[in-house]
């Protein structure tokens, strides 16, 4: 069984950064693609930034210039580097990876959420 913890929130002053943390344990097959996505309150979830098997990465209009989305294939990590934090940037940030196994199948797998509060 596929297990992400994420890991990183926490409270932070509009312009400063944070890194989120997404750690994959379990039987993974190579083949993945990783994303973040938020949820604020009121709203409906949002795709942050993705990053692909061979590293294509790909970002919301509200976050290009700002965030960086990373993986580490060895430590089957991604990370999500958000710099210029805004008061917006406030939601629930939930990490997912997406598999694809040799038969052709897809396994989606979801972390528990990481609060992240932009708040002076």
């Known amino acids: 069984q596929v297990q992400l913890v994420e890991s990183g929130g926490g409270l932070v002053q509009p312009g400063g950064s944070l890194r989120l943390s997404c750690a994959a344990s379990g039987s993974i097959f190579s083949d993945n693609d990783l994303a973040w996505y938020r949820r604020a309150p009121g709203k409906q979830p949002e795709l942050v930034a993705g990053i692909t098997t061979i590293g294509s990465t790909n970002y919301a209009d509200s976050v290009k210039g700002r965030f960086t989305i990373s993986r580490d294939n060895a430590k089957n990590t991604v990370y999500l580097q958000m710099n210029s934090l805004k008061p917006e940037d406030t939601a629930v940030y939930y990490c997912?990876?997406?598999?694809?196994?040799?038969?052709?199948?897809?396994?989606?797998?979801w972390g528990q959420g990481t609060q992240v509060t932009v708040s002076s």
């Open positions: 997912e990876l997406k598999e694809f196994a040799p038969t052709g199948e897809e396994f989606d797998y």
